[in-house]
């Protein structure tokens, strides 16, 4: 079966520092991929995705990036946090045929910036 | 631009009530819905999915119909249950592969 791992759970960050946040999926193959934000009272925004490796969508422009450097890896980085990135971070996978469509969430990673 | 909405925000109901929750969308050109369910502090767990050429789909208590033509979508929770609290989130699919989500339903069952 599949499962999707993210990591760190949990991080509280002071502004101006760098952030990784790391995503991995176990099960599936060429999974496409996704960074969603959840933040207090405007509900979950797609910050990224991408269908293969080294290919990345931006839905957002802001100070944040992703990298997809191996097929089932896909990564939220930041050179320099801002306090509006605080937020719940949630990655997802999907596949292409059988269940088309359908996303699968991991637990999330709960950032704090102060 | 494709907007979801979920009304009522939040709502509460006693123990073995039929529930009805409600999600409209704005743009009915979609590939499919999604309902999901969030408990606090967690990722969101995949309730059902409904491809746009479906009407209605079945899970256990759990049943989904989907109406593309008026833009919304309905999920039916039989008999609730304590266990069943958590905030109720559906999401469509457009032609690309970004979901648009509704602002959530928070529901909480009273024992």
């Known amino acids: 079966s599949q499962t999707i791992h993210q990591w760190p759970a949990t991080l509280v960050q002071p502004v101006g520092s760098p952030l990784s946040l790391e995503c991995t999926v176990e099960?599936?193959?060429?999974?496409?991929l996704y960074w969603y934000r959840q933040a207090a009272g405007r509900g979950l925004q797609l910050l990224f995705y991408?269908?293969?490796?080294?290919?990345i969508s931006s839905e957002v422009p802001q100070n944040l990036s992703a990298s997809r450097p191996q097929d089932r890896q896909f990564i939220l980085s930041s050179k320099k946090l801002l306090l509006s990135d605080s937020g719940f971070y949630l990655c997802?996978?999907?596949?292409?045929?059988?269940?088309?469509?359908?996303?699968?969430f991991g637990p999330g990673t709960r950032l704090t910036v102060l | 631009k494709q907007e979801v909405t979920q009304i009522p925000a939040a709502l509460s109901v006693p123990e073995g009530e039929n529930l009805v929750l409600n999600c409209s969308f704005t743009?009915?050109?979609?590939?499919?819905l999604q309902w999901f369910r969030q408990d606090p502090g967690k990722g969101l767990t995949s309730l059902l999915l409904?491809?746009?050429?479906?009407r209605e789909q079945t899970s256990g208590r759990l049943n989904a119909s989907l109406d593309k033509s008026s833009g919304r979508s309905t999920l039916y929770i039989a008999a609730s249950q304590p266990g069943d609290s958590a905030t109720y989130l559906c999401?469509?699919?457009?032609?690309?592969?970004?979901?648009?989500f509704g602002k959530g339903m928070k529901l909480t069952v009273n024992p």
């Open positions: 997802a996978w999907s596949v292409l045929s059988g269940r088309a469509g359908e996303q699968f």
């Open positions: 099960g599936t193959s060429n999974p496409n």
């Open positions: 991408s269908v293969g490796i080294g290919q």
């Open positions: 743009d009915s050109a979609i590939y499919n």
């Open positions: 409904i491809q746009s050429s479906q």
């Open positions: 999401a469509v699919q457009g032609g690309s592969e970004k979901l648009v």
